[in-house]
């Protein structure tokens, strides 16, 4: 069973960063995508930034609104993916979730997220 827990959330002035991390356990399959996910209050919860990773390496993808502000990394060595977040704004208000899915297995792994607030 595949767990992830996010870490790094808190409050920020505008212009400010923070540094997201999701460490993950268990044993995932060689293809597989990693991302981060967001949900503000009263909205649906929207993809932010992804890593699909098969045999002919990986690719990042980002949602144009955090584009240039943000960046999407991870480390094999410590089953860690990472989001920094640069530049952030009120509108980035959200709680944060981090995602893996087992493209083998086609099953899809939820963090209980990390609230990331962001002051005007």
């Known amino acids: 069973q595949v767990q992830l827990v996010e870490s790094g959330g808190g409050l920020v002035q505008a212009g400010g960063s923070l540094r997201l991390s999701c460490a993950a356990s268990g044993t995932i399959s060689d293809i597989n995508t990693k991302g981060w996910y967001r949900q503000a209050p009263g909205k649906q919860r929207e993809e932010v930034a992804t890593?699909?990773?098969?045999?002919?390496?990986?690719?990042?993808n980002y949602a144009d609104f955090v584009k240039g502000r943000f960046t999407i990394s991870r480390d094999n060595a410590k089953n860690l993916l990472t989001l920094q977040m640069n530049s952030l704004q009120p509108e980035d208000t959200a709680v944060y979730y981090c995602?893996?899915?087992?493209?083998?297995?086609?099953?899809?792994?939820w963090g209980r997220g990390t609230q990331v607030t962001v002051s005007s």
């Open positions: 890593i699909i990773i098969s045999g002919n390496g990986e690719s990042a």
């Open positions: 995602n893996t899915v087992d493209l083998r297995l086609i099953r899809s792994y």
